[in-house]
């Protein structure tokens, strides 16, 4: 399976043409979340990576980082009901335009030159 990048034009244009499909009514496809948190859910990686979001390094992820990361970043799909970890977890019900919105800009914006140099929190 080839991994896609949001820094190839191509895949940006797709991820947004699939962003801008989606309604109040889509179903998910994956997880529990509605449509308005799982644009919420999307965001918060990417923030991480515009450093718009910081997550603190847990104790575990300091321990076991080195050991996961091969089985993290590779290019197999992440398996169905694998836990979420609880900062990228939404609950609260989500305003989908807003979200939807806000992730449209968040995929515009996102860049080489807008990545920031952190390191991974796990």
């Known amino acids: 399976m080839e991994v896609k990048s949001l820094f190839d034009p191509a895949v940006k244009q797709d991820i947004i043409n699939r962003i801008n499909k989606l309604t109040p009514q889509s179903q998910p496809q994956w997880g529990k979340m509605n449509v308005g948190q799982m644009l919420a859910h999307l965001q ?10 910081k997550i603190s390094r847990s104790f575990i992820g300091f321990l076991f980082g080195r050991i996961a990361k091969p089985i993290l970043y590779n290019d197999k799909p992440f398996k169905h009901g ?30 080489e030159n807008a990545i920031i140099d952190q390191p991974h929190p796990f």
Request: proline fraction near 5%; hydrophobic fraction near 35%; glycine fraction near 8%.
């Open 44 to 53: 918060v990686p990417i923030g991480v990576g515009l450093g718009k979001n």
């Open 82 to 111: 694998l836990p979420t970890d609880r900062t990228f977890v939404m609950k609260d019900e989500k305003d989908f335009e807003k979200e939807k919105q806000s992730l449209l800009q968040m995929v515009r914006d996102f860049n």
